[in-house]
């Protein structure tokens, strides 16, 4: 069975350091999303990306964010400046496009972010 | 702006038993509603989902969820829990309009032998 996969599984960094995180989707989805959950705390929505732009971004996703798909199979989340606040598990996503919006976002492993 | 609310943060079930855990949201119309569970270390998995229609679905692992719109409710039910169920649940909403889920605080289950 198609799954989303997320590298790497956990990443230490320095507070003020950028990090990227990595996914790559289900081979046939179009929409692709990242949240995150900080300990404790509920999973929240972070981004939509589609046709290779932003469609829709929550008041979390400031400019230290940014997303981009690089080539036909990653799907990546930058942070430029990293906080400690930034400390969560970050989940990747990927839904196909249905007629309707029935969609179903699967969900990759995550890539626990330490910052120090 | 769209709530999800599991009030139980933590349950207790004895193998064998049955199981409920409850989901409420609050939105004006219906929105997509979705059970998630994630065991430890994994990432999240769908157990059902409900778009339209038959109010009562079906999932994997033998779970169910029950839409009520007076209640704006869905609550999701197992008739006899496994220790293998042991994990976190989460309910999530999706707005039609709209792509993001906006997910419940979760509700950790565990279960005695």
């Known amino acids: 069975e198609p799954e989303v996969t997320q590298t790497p599984s956990h990443q230490v960094t320095q507070m003020g350091q950028e990090v990227i995180l990595r996914c790559v989707p289900i081979s046939n989805h179009l929409y692709f999303y990242w949240y995150r959950q900080i300990l404790g705390q509920k999973v929240e929505f972070l981004v939509s990306f589609y046709n290779n732009e932003i469609s829709e971004k929550s008041e979390i996703f400031d400019d230290q964010f940014s997303v981009e798909r690089p080539d036909g199979s990653n799907f990546t989340l930058k942070i430029r400046s990293t906080k400690l606040e930034d400390s969560a598990m970050y989940f990747c996503?990927?839904?196909?496009?249905?007629?309707?919006?029935?969609?179903?976002?699967?969900f990759g492993p995550g890539t626990r972010l330490l910052v120090l | 702006a769209q709530s999800v609310t599991q009030p139980d943060i933590h349950i207790t079930v004895s193998e064998g038993a049955s199981l409920e855990l409850r989901c409420n949201y609050s939105y004006g119309a219906t929105p997509y509603l979705f059970w998630y569970v994630q065991s430890p270390g994994q990432g999240l998995q769908l157990l059902l989902k409900y778009f339209s229609g038959d109010t009562l679905v079906q999932g994997i692992k033998g779970f169910e969820a029950e839409f009520k719109r007076s209640q704006s409710s869905f609550n999701l039910r197992k008739p006899s829990v496994h220790w293998s169920d042991a994990a976190e649940y989460f309910c999530?909403?999706?707005?039609?309009?709209?792509?993001?889920?906006?997910f419940g605080s979760g509700t950790r289950l565990q279960v005695q032998p």
């Open positions: 996503a990927s839904s196909e496009t249905l007629a309707g919006g029935g969609e179903t976002q699967y």
């Open positions: 999530a909403v999706r707005h039609t309009g709209r792509r993001a889920l906006t």
